[in-house]
């Protein structure tokens, strides 16, 4: 066989390979990345790993996936000799307001690198019932080890040997370290709560309530990255952190919830709530008028969670993403998960409040919402 046919026969290969490839489109893949990018446009993901303290602004992110996550995988691109896929998020959620239909659910759609995603098969039962709720867990798997960062659904079995547990991944089953074996780690997962008799279950509430602000608080201190939906892991290559909704959707979907992913959203998706009646775990949203078609409207930038030491927990963020490296440092530490008093935060106490309230001191409307459904 001469060059000329050797070439040849090589491009019809891959030409037919690419159309068995698209042919399986669509297709549900799971995330295998400890945390992996959704972003808008193929090609662009953060680039290499920035440290603690520099820029939390990451191009084109629209949100992040953590292991074991599950997606619909619409179709792929290669660019730059590297292939990325276009998903449907199955678990973070849209929500929008049609005048005809009311609430509208969809999923978040973007793209993904495909090293991140594995294929996975319609007719088998995978089974997700517990969580990790400590910061991360390693799982082992041979010689290799994966990070479960706190969010991730998995499901575990008996005490393997001493101070091992079986965990199944949808791809693999692997041996959990425990904390007793490894300082790093908190020994920690919990069974995913059952929510239907939730309205009228008091206790399951508070206990609900208490862990979705004990999840906030393991958060305090790291940094606020825009789009972000995981922890800080110092020792994974991505740049990772939360944003203020980010925040509230893993601490909520810790305890079984499954809330849109933005805080616009979030506010559609949850309960008004008079502010002399906020319990912990609550959320206060932060809304700003702006002009669409001629009609002045209020659009939720900003969600908080309230405690139960009257304080509120946030992923602080800042509009000037872009200069984040040019600030100083005392600027640059408020881009962080921090608690604050009440009315450190608000300038007035939370009795002084009444819903929708538009604060001229901090120019927003405050809104309080609870996602627990009212109890008659």
């Given amino acids: 066989m001469n060059l000329f046919a050797a070439l040849l026969s090589t491009a019809l290969c891959m030409i037919f390979m690419t159309r068995v490839i698209e042919a399986g489109y669509p297709c549900k893949m ?7 990018n959704l972003v808008d446009t193929p090609g662009f993901d953060n680039a290499p790993h920035r440290g603690f303290s520099f820029s939390r602004n990451v191009p084109h992110l629209q949100t992040q996936l953590l292991c074991n996550d599950q997606v619909i995988a619409l179709e792929e691109k290669v660019i730059c000799d590297q292939k990325w896929v276009k998903v449907q998020v199955q678990e973070q ?8 239909k009311g609430l509208v659910i969809s999923h978040y759609t973007g793209w993904m690198r495909a090293r991140d995603l594995s294929l996975i098969f319609d007719n088998c039962n995978y089974r997700q019932d517990y969580i990790v709720s400590s910061l991360y867990k390693t799982m082992c798997i041979g010689e290799s080890k994966v990070i479960l960062p706190f969010g991730t659904k998995l499901h575990i079995g008996d005490e393997f040997i001493p101070g091992f547990c079986r965990a199944e991944l949808i791809k693999n089953n692997g041996l959990v370290l425990s904390g007793k074996l490894d300082t790093l780690e908190r020994d920690s997962f919990t069974q995913l709560p059952d929510l239907k008799n939730l309205t009228s279950d008091l206790l399951l509430q508070k206990e609900l309530r208490d ?4 999840y906030a608080r393991l958060f305090l201190g790291m940094p606020y990255v825009w789009g972000g939906c995981s922890p800080y892991l110092s020792h994974v290559n991505h740049l990772t952190g939360v944003d203020c909704s980010g925040l509230i959707y893993l ?9 849109p ?13 008079h502010p002399a009646n906020l319990q912990p775990g609550d ?8 002009e669409q078609d001629g009609k002045k409207m209020v659009c939720i ?21 872009d200069n984040v490296d040019n600030m100083s440092d005392e600027e640059r530490a408020v881009l962080l998960v921090c608690e604050t008093p009440f009315e450190e935060r608000l300038g007035k106490p939370l009795s002084q409040f009444f819903n929708g309230e538009f604060f001229q001191e901090k120019n927003v409307f405050v809104y309080f919402r609870t996602v627990f459904p009212l109890i008659d």
């Fill in 93 to 100: 959620k849209k929500v929008h307001f049609d005048d005809e």
């Fill in 211 to 214: 862990a979705t602000v004990h």
């Fill in 283 to 290: 959320l206060v949203f932060f809304g700003a008028e702006h």
């Fill in 301 to 321: 930038n900003h969600v908080l969670m309230y405690t139960d030491q009257e304080t509120l927990i946030e992923a602080r963020g800042n509009q000037a993403y």
């Fill in 251 to 259: 601490c909520y979907r810790a305890c079984g919830f499954e809330l």
């Fill in 30 to 36: 799971v995330v295998i990345a400890s945390v992996a």
């Fill in 261 to 273: 992913r933005d805080a616009h959203d979030q506010f559609l998706a949850t309960y008004p709530v």
